[in-house]
């Protein structure tokens, strides 16, 4: 006989035995899968990486001129609003996944990976979560740092005013002499002589000064706080 009957017992074995191998086959792809670094986890450990890196691999003609900052400009702007401008592993807000899409853009266009993140944020956000303007950075080269992701809330629009003391001694000195100038005022007129006179204002100015010097000296030195030029760059709490 030419056509043998079909035997569904060893049809029915044979698609068990099928089965069996392509889940073994799939089993075995995902455990490949399970120790692959994905791109996101990455992403994430260059982020946390105590490396340096000075440059990136980076096609110029396919970067955006306008997010292309060298590190004079990025230290200006960090004495005048009191910021940081450091490594991303002493970052400890939470980053966008949006930042990360956006590496990885990039990554896929320049044919590179992107390594040596930088960070300017508020002091706060290198401890604490918070919720102002953190921006991530990567380094081009040469003092150049390219903008990758802003993210977050902008800066309260008088924050450059309120950290204008902090930039240096002579602000600080001057923001001082201001507030005692006020504080003299404040005081009642003949409380300590009968007769107004601009001797014993000045007298009053003086010992006011003193007062509100020491006051800031104290704060300054138990906090363990610094000038702005001094910490812009600074991974140390009190430097």
């Excluded at 049809?11 to 086959?25: A, D, F, M, V």
């Amino acid at each position: 006989m030419i056509f043998q009957n079909t035997n569904i017992e060893q049809i029915l074995s044979r698609l068990k035995n099928k089965e069996l191998s392509e889940n073994r086959i799939l089993d075995e792809v995902h455990a490949i899968l399970d120790t692959t670094v994905s791109p996101q986890e990455k992403i994430t450990e260059e982020l946390k990486s105590k490396k340096a890196i000075e440059s990136n691999n980076f096609v110029f003609d396919l970067l955006e001129t306008s997010r292309i900052y060298h590190i004079d400009q990025i230290k200006k702007i960090c004495i005048d609003y009191r910021l940081r401008f450091l490594d991303s592993k002493y970052f400890k807000g939470q980053i966008p996944q949006k930042a990360y899409d956006i590496i990885k853009e990039m990554e896929a266009q320049h044919d590179t990976d992107i390594k040596g993140f930088k960070i300017m944020a508020p002091s706060k956000l290198f401890k604490l979560e918070d919720k102002d303007d953190p921006l991530l950075f990567a380094p081009i080269g040469n003092g150049y740092f390219y903008l990758i992701h802003k993210w977050g809330n902008d800066l309260s629009p008088f924050r450059k005013l309120l950290v204008w003391p902090f930039k240096g001694i002579v602000n600080l000195t001057l923001l001082t002499l201001v507030i005692s100038y006020f504080a003299t005022l404040l005081v009642p007129n003949g409380l300590f002589s009968k007769n107004d006179s601009a001797t014993e204002f000045w007298i009053i100015y003086f010992f006011m000064f003193k007062c509100i010097a020491s006051v800031v000296i104290f704060y300054g030195f138990a906090l363990g706080k610094n000038f702005n030029p001094a910490i812009w760059n600074s991974k140390y709490f009190n430097a």
